[in-house]
Structures are given as C-alpha cells and as structure tokens.
T-cell receptor, first 109, second 117 residues
Framework: GQNIDQPTEMTATEGAIVQINCTYQ??????LFWYQQHAGEAPTFLSY????GLEEKGRFSSFLSRSKGYSYLLLKELQMKDSASYLC??????????FGKGTMLLVSP | EAGVTQSPTHLIKTRGQQVTLRCSPI?????VYWYQQALGLGLQFLLW???????NRGNFPPRFSGRQFPNYSSELNVNALELEDSALYLC????????????????FGSGTQLSVL
C-alpha cells in the first residue's frame, strides 16, 4: 500500500522561514511532487524531486532523501499569499500520483 | 493558452441520483485524471484515461465510471449517489509520453463541488 504523512496544520509569521515535512512509504518510487492549493482553487505545481538533494526555485526549495522516505518543502521570506494547503505527492511506479492529506499553512502578519 | 476546464462548478443532488461531470484538458494533453477531494481526506485517485483508454483505477466502487472522448475531453459519471460522495472533484491533465512520463506534472482544473443531500 501507499502511505504519505504530513502535518495537518502549521502557522508562521510573515517574513519567516517554514519547513513542511513529508514522509512516505510506497511500493516503488518515481518521484515526489509538491503542489500548492489556495482555498477554492486548483492545486498548482511547485516542485519535483527524483534524486536525493535540494532543489531550489526562488523562495521555495524542496529536499528529498529516498533512503529515509522523506522530503520537505522550505518556504523563505513568507508572504501572506503563501497561506494555502501544501500537498505532497509520490509517483509510486508506472502509476498515478498518490497524495498526502495536505498541510494547511497559515501566515500571520 | 487555456488551462484545464471543468463543468459545472457546483452541483447539488439528492441521494440515489446520478451525476455527470465534465473536463476539458489543456490542448495537446492526452492524459486525464480524476481525483476526489473530500473534507479531511486529501486527494483520492479515481481514474486515469489516456488516448481514450482507462489506464488505472483507484479504490472506488463501480458506480464511479468515466470515459475519454477522441478530443481527449472526459466525463466522470457517478451513479446511485450517496451522502459521502459530497466532495470536490478535480480533473487534471498531462502529457504522458514514453520516458518523460515520470516527471510529468499534472495540471489541475478548479474542480466541481458536488453536494449530495
């Protein structure tokens, strides 16, 4: 079976740094994705990792450790507009994405 | 370029009724995915269509079905609606071409909010 865990909620302050963790246990691994979903809107792609290490893209970075079944999404210089749900998803094999339940991030002034 | 479009945006049905949801993928995308997003449960995979064929199916009962048309648009049908079918139904599309498949990201529509009373 597939199991993806991430915290339900996190809070942070504008301008701060926040790290959202994701652990996974899947039958096969062909990449890990992070999506952002604002309330009432479509999820939008943030990052993709398939090899170990850190991928940086502006204020957002994503890290992967395949041996530990672990990833995190790092958000720097938080802005109010970053308040959203962050979805961790794994592609187990030649199959579709399996999503975690998402982490609701609330950024306060 | 138009994104993934879904219709209708909202729908209210009663238990036992049937519903059809529609999705138009991004131009050039051949794969369409359907996900259910119920409160507190995250995105649950329903169905994957590519080139008109059903490629994979999630752990849902047979009353959830669908199809993909020659123009790659898709329909999701739900028969005998139950209260727990109330959810946001998201459609996504992607290019699914050979070796590039694994890093292919999904582009989502804004979904259809289904309420079953």
């Amino acid at each position: 079976g597939q199991n993806i865990d991430q915290p339900t909620e996190m809070t942070a302050t504008e301008g701060a740094i926040v790290q959202i963790n994701c652990t996974y246990q899947t039958s096969g691994f062909n990449g890990l994705f992070w999506y952002q979903q604002h309330a009432g809107e479509a999820p939008t792609f943030l990052s993709y990792n398939v090899l170990d290490g850190l991928e940086e893209k502006g204020r957002f970075s994503s890290f992967l450790s395949r041996s530990k079944g672990y990833s995190y999404l790092l958000l720097k210089e938080l802005q109010m507009k970053d308040s959203a749900s962050y979805l961790c998803a794994v592609r187990p094999g030649y199959s579709t994405l399996t999503f975690g339940k998402g982490t609701m991030l609330l950024v306060s002034p | 370029e138009a994104g993934v479009t879904q219709s209708p945006t909202h729908l209210i049905k009663t238990r036992g009724q049937q519903v059809t949801l529609r999705c138009s993928p991004i131009s050039g995308h051949t794969s369409v995915y359907w996900y259910q997003q119920a409160l507190g449960l995250g995105l649950q995979f329903l169905l994957w269509y590519d080139e008109g064929e059903e490629r994979n199916r999630g752990n849902f009962p047979p009353r959830f079905s669908g199809r993909q048309f020659p123009n790659y648009s898709s329909e999701l049908n739900v028969n005998a609606l139950e209260l727990e079918d109330s959810a946001l139904y998201l459609c996504a599309s992607s290019l699914a071409e050979g070796d590039s498949y694994f890093n292919e990201k999904l582009f989502f529509g804004s979904g259809t909010q289904l309420s079953v009373l």
